[in-house]
Structure formats: C-alpha cells, structure tokens
C-alpha cells in the first residue's frame, strides 16, 4: 500500500470529526448533440486474437512518451546453447541509448508511442492442456536516434547502413540465432561484410513515419506472431528463448562502432 493510500482513510475520518463539509455532486443528463461533443480514449485497451494454434492477448497503454535514458549490460537469456553458443547469452547488447545529446534538440528524446504486452497461450479451450507459451513487449511505433553496442542478437534485424549495404539477419544460416553479424555465420559471406558491433546506433523512423515492429519476446518454443497491422507485413518465427524483432525504418547512425555521446546536464 502505498503513502497516499494510507492517508486517504485519515483523512476523510478527520473531515467527518471536525464538520467540515464533504463536496458532491449528483449526474446530470445530457442531450445527443451535447453527447456527440464529447469523446475520449481508454488509457489501456485489450486485444485478443487466434490464429488457429495460438491464442494472443495483447495489453496496449495508449499513449505517446518522449524519454531519454541510457542502459547497459543487457544481457537476456543466458544459458548454454549447443547450436551456436555465441557471447552466451540470447541478446547482449553493451550499451542502449535512447536520444543522443550532441545532436539537435529534437534529437536529444525518443518518441515511443501504444507500447504494449502481449502474452501468448496454447489450448486455452482445453483445461487439461492449456499453457502460457511466453510474452512480448513492444511498441507500436519508435522514432529517433538509439545508441547500440550490439555484441550479439538473437532476432529478426534488418539494418539500412547506406552505401555499406545491410545488416540482414534473414542470411544467418541459423535464422538469427545468437547473430553477430559477421561472414563466419552466413550462408552467403558477401553478404554480411557488417558485423553487428560495427553499428554505433541506428535512426528509427524516417520521413514516411516511425519504425512500426519492434518487439522483444521470450517464448518456450517458437511462435509466429499475428501479421503486422501496421506495415501488413508477416512477422518472422520468433524462436524460443530471448528475440528481438526490428526490421521496419531502421537506418544505421554509422558504420564505426561509435556510440553517440548522450549525457546529462551538469
């Protein structure tokens, strides 16, 4: 319970002790043509979907948020794989970076807007054998600079990094499995000259509108999520363990493995 909860009692018993009058108000209708002036949007809203083998609930906070925040160490899913071992981990990412603080001042906040959780069950109409198969987080859009220091990523990643080419991770032999980027893991070798520490930060969004698929889920087996409403585009398998999903509007800062400065204000 928090402070707030704890006084609300108090203080409506020391309103009711000393006389001091309560306010109220009783409803009042109101025509059609007041009604029709008078809208609103549910601050969370749900969701549930079916393709046939999964049921999708998916929990979206309906609002838009500006923030600028610096992690590190992001590791997710560390255990042994056998398949192909990597750093040890599902997603390590060294650094993260949500706006960037050498830039302009509109650089300096990452717009994120309807984040949301979607939880994913298997046989919900049979008791017996019904099971959570795992969840997700994602946002319905993200637009701005992010600092990366990727050193491996399990997921489904396209990168435009310019006159380099991309950063793709549909050509990993293994699907995008504990990825780093590098040529060793691919099937066609011209076509991974980028590793993934060599991204310093991608641009998320571009002049057409923000980057719409990002999610990150861990799941006990694979799942094939729902087509993308928003780019109508099918999403990939996302295996189990830790993956992240990022393929739509996504540009890298440079080439260089340089994280941009993002500080606070002294």
């Not at 054998?129 to 795992?134: A, H, I, L, P």
């Not at 600092?147 to 435009?160: C, P, R, T």
């Not at 499995?177 to 991608?202: E, F, H, M, P, Y």
């Not at 996504?250 to 493995?257: V, Y």
């Amino acid at each position: 319970m928090n402070r707030t909860s704890r006084l609300m009692p108090l203080l409506c018993l020391s309103l009711a002790l000393t006389g001091a009058p309560l306010a109220h108000a009783q409803g009042k209708p109101i025509g059609d043509e007041e009604l029709a002036d008078v809208w609103g949007q549910a601050l969370f809203s749900l969701t549930n979907t079916n393709d046939g083998t999964y049921d999708f609930s998916r929990i979206t906070l309906n609002a838009d948020i500006k923030l600028n925040a610096n992690l590190g160490g992001m590791r997710l899913g560390e255990y042994t794989s056998t398949v192909r071992n990597g750093t040890g981990a599902d997603i390590d990412i060294a650094r993260l970076q949500f706006g960037r603080t050498d830039g302009t001042l509109a650089q300096r906040t990452v717009a994120v807007t309807d984040p949301y959780i979607e939880f994913v069950y298997r046989n919900v109409a049979n008791s017996s054998t019904r099971e959570v198969v795992g969840m997700r987080l994602g946002f319905g859009g993200i637009q701005g600079d992010i600092g990366l220091q990727m050193n491996a990523v399990s997921g489904s990643l396209l990168i435009d990094a310019g006159s380099s080419g991309t950063v793709d991770s549909r050509n990993d032999t293994l699907g995008g499995k504990r990825w780093d980027g590098t040529a060793a893991t691919c099937a066609n070798a011209a076509a991974c000259q980028i590793a993934l520490s060599q991204i310093g930060g991608v641009t998320a969004g571009n002049a057409s509108g923000a980057s719409r698929d990002f999610f990150i889920s861990v799941l006990k087996s694979a799942v094939t999520f729902p087509t993308n409403a928003a780019t109508g585009l099918p999403t990939d398998t996302a295996m189990a363990g830790f993956w992240l999903n990022w393929r739509d509007r996504l540009s890298a800062l440079n080439t260089t493995g340089t994280v941009p400065a993002n500080v606070g204000k002294k």
